[in-house]
């Protein structure tokens, strides 16, 4: 609740509340090893830090931040955090830092989307193969019902014919 109400401060440019709001809830995210809940938290006060251009306070917020992101793998919440990094070095007019952050925020999606398309792809292939396997195993069911259906035919005729015979 807490860091939903630091949010709406912080979309009402009210920085000095989002961020009185969002420590306290950080403090429960601590409290909690709410990991993600401080990736969060650390990445709203980065975000209020920057809007009021105290660019100290929202390095170490970010960085923060990013390090929660790396050590759990929040790669698509590294991805928006590494973005808005970028965004606040093109307000400083630190064009080199700024492409930098952007060029490792696309290097992230890229493998991310790399990954989820190799998930994809294997998926895709095990289903492959098993719609396969299901059909050879229904051709040869039907196979051995149609070689079954001779077997019988045959012992029927051969049965009628030993009948005939002792006729």
Sequence with gaps: VLANIGDLYLGQEKYDKAIEVTKQCLGYDRANED???MF??????ARAYSELHDYPQFELYADSAE??????QLNRELIDLISWKSTVSLLRKDTATAFRFYHEARTINDSILTETTAKQVSELQTQYETE???QKIALQQSELGRKNIIIASICVLM????LLAYS
């Design 35 to 37: 990991k993600y809940g």
């Design 40 to 45: 969060m938290s650390y990445f709203q006060l």
């Design 132 to 134: 396969k396997k299901e």
């Design 67 to 72: 390090h929660i992101a790396r050590t759990e």
């Design 159 to 162: 049965l009628l014919v030993a």
